[in-house]
């Protein structure tokens, strides 16, 4: 591993975030753009520094410090057991703990932002703040140490003998994670004013799709990034495999991309805009589980379903859910994640039965869906009847940058129309 390449690298990361926060915020009210950005840099705020305090401790690095449960004769890692406050970044080991930990700073900002996105229009600055810290120090530390920290699914090669759960990039740690707390947040916080009347749901367009476009471009770039570093440091790609990294990632956003606007194309006769972005982003979420360890037709098939997939996803959760999630956070990071996973199961290199492969990347899907989903919604519920999650009515209303900011992102330029919206 290089390490000047890994730090490169680990320095396009935060490109994501800004992308990230540009499709977030235009894809809301103008009257919430401006607390869409401030929850977004306080959400990476409280992320970063709770991680460094707390969560680094509990996540720890392969061949750290840990803790383990055993059960017949075998060592089942469970969370780590570094010290706090980041004391152990320890000579003994060279550079890889401190970089590890410098990219999940910025992994666990991104895992942190997607329930903003579900939230967006309705979900007070405090209470995101409470939840970032409650994801930070506990939720996304506990299955990064399975995962990446040497923890038990790491080792289900010795455990159980299936092949050990592949997350090259994060689809499940970073992605499916932060899709999981969107649906969280997005059922504690109910649907936003007008979205629902009578059972029917009503379009609340986004205000400025420019944004949210040029937020995939930047995407893209911080999307490489985090999968080239996450590459070297969980999975021991050579430098020289970065090449095949940045040609996936490329190759899996087109393609998501492309399939979202065909299928809005067929389905509503004219491509959407909104949701072809989601279709890029859905694309990149899908092809970080694999990274360069697909080849590119698999990659771009791999895109093309994630793409597709976003768009029915989108449509499902908001007319026969009823669940309102203004950015498609849900569709795109927990939707296009689990697919991502299972994908891998079926087309990645294996050593073994295919069947093994697939079971191994179930095991981690079930894992997510069956322990992570209710500890983070129980993690809410308790927060939500002490911090409390939701504006009050007025101020979904009239918009959240009056009402937690006292000034709109645009006093002078944007004028509301809201009469499409039932009060």
């Known amino acids: 591993m290089s390490l000047i390449a890994c730090l490169l690298c680990i320095l396009l990361v935060p490109l994501a975030t800004a992308g990230l926060a540009l499709i977030h915020q235009g894809l809301g009210r103008s009257r919430s753009a401006a607390h869409a950005m401030l929850a977004t840099l306080c959400g990476l705020s409280v992320a970063a520094i709770v991680f460094v305090l707390i969560g680094a401790s509990l996540a720890g690095f392969a061949g750290g410090h840990s803790h383990a449960i055993l059960l017949q004769h075998l060592r089942w890692d469970w969370i780590g057991a570094e010290p706090l406050f ?17 990219l999940q700073l910025f992994t666990v900002g991104i895992a942190a932002l997607v329930p903003i996105s579900a939230g967006n229009d309705r979900w007070r600055l405090i209470a995101v703040c409470a939840s970032t810290a409650l994801l930070a ?8 140490h399975w995962v990446w920290g040497g923890g038990w699914l790491a080792q289900l090669a010795t455990l159980t003998g299936l092949p050990a759960f592949v997350d090259t990039g994060g689809a499940g740690v970073i992605q499916v994670i932060g899709g999981l707390c969107a649906l969280s947040v997005a059922w504690v916080l109910g649907p936003r004013q007008g979205k629902y009347t009578q059972g029917m749901a009503t379009a609340i367009p986004g205000h400025n799709i420019v944004l949210v476009l040029f937020g995939c471009l930047l995407a893209l770039v911080g999307w490489i990034g985090l999968d080239s570093a996450a590459s070297m440091l969980f999975y021991g790609a050579a430098p020289q495999n970065l090449i095949m990294v940045a040609i996936n990632a490329m190759l899996s956003a087109a393609a998501g991309c492309l399939a979202a606007v065909v ?14 972005a989601n279709g890029w982003i859905a694309g990149l979420v899908a092809g970080s589980a694999g990274c360069g360890l697909l080849s590119p037709g698999k990659t771009v098939f791999i895109g093309l379903v994630a793409g597709g997939l976003v768009t029915f996803l989108v449509e499902a959760l908001e007319l026969k859910l009823l669940v309102d999630d203004p950015g498609g956070a849900i569709s795109v990071h927990l939707g296009a994640g689990l ?22 990347q179930l095991v981690g899907i079930a894992t997510l869906l069956g322990v992570m989903l209710p500890l983070i919604h129980l993690g809410n519920l308790l927060l939500n009847r002490f911090v409390r999650y939701r504006v009050d009515i007025d101020g979904d209303w009239h918009g959240m940058d009056i009402r937690e900011l006292g000034a709109g992102a645009y006093p002078e330029f944007v004028m509301h129309a809201d009469e499409f919206v039932p009060r």
């Open 86 to 102: 980041a004391h152990g970044l320890r000579s003994a080991t060279g550079p890889y703990s401190a970089l590890v930990l410098c």
């Open 263 to 276: 299928t809005t194309q067929l389905r509503y006769r004219k491509p959407d805009a909104s949701l072809s």
């Open 339 to 360: 697919w991502g996973l299972l994908a891998f199961g079926l087309f990645g290199p294996t050593a073994g039965p295919r069947s093994a492969a697939v079971l191994s």
């Open 137 to 144: 120090g506990l939720l996304y530390p506990l299955f990064s």
